[in-house]
Nanobody, 115 residues
Framework: QVQLVESGGGLVQAGGSLRLSCAAS????????MGWYRQAPGKQRELVAR???????VYADSVKGRFTISRDNAKNTVYLQANSLRPEDTAVYYC?????????WGQGTQVTVSS
């Protein structure tokens, strides 16, 4: 069963923008935190941004000031607005949802930034 559905990835030019979305199934309840991680070839997966159910946020230094994470708790959905994209932002972006019981991961969406 697909429990996290991601969308919004693609190919953009440097300086452009993308808006990523991740909708959690209603079968996932008691979500306390959702976030975005990314992994480039040959590198470890890293935190991009995360947000709690009450709106607290954390950003990686590399994206601070350029990316914004937001959520719609009624829809169990998290968004990532990525502006001023750079070639080094190229990676597979993964959605994550943490509940009081366990952690869930999406299948990932490719973001490619050309120079």
């Amino acid at each position: 069963q697909v429990q996290l559905v991601e969308s919004g990835g693609g190919l953009v030019q440097a300086g452009g923008s993308l808006r990523l979305s991740c909708a959690a199934s209603r079968t996932i309840d008691s979500i306390v935190r959702m976030g975005w991680y990314r992994q480039a070839p040959g590198k470890q997966r890293e935190l991009v941004a995360r947000i709690t159910s009450v709106g607290g946020t954390v950003y990686a230094d590399s994206v601070k000031g350029r990316f914004t994470i937001s959520r719609d708790n009624a829809k169990n959905t998290v968004y990532l607005q990525a502006n001023s994209l750079r070639p080094e932002d190229t990676a597979v972006y993964y959605c994550n949802a943490v509940t009081i019981r366990e952690s869930y991961w999406g299948q990932g969406t490719q973001v490619t930034v050309s120079s």
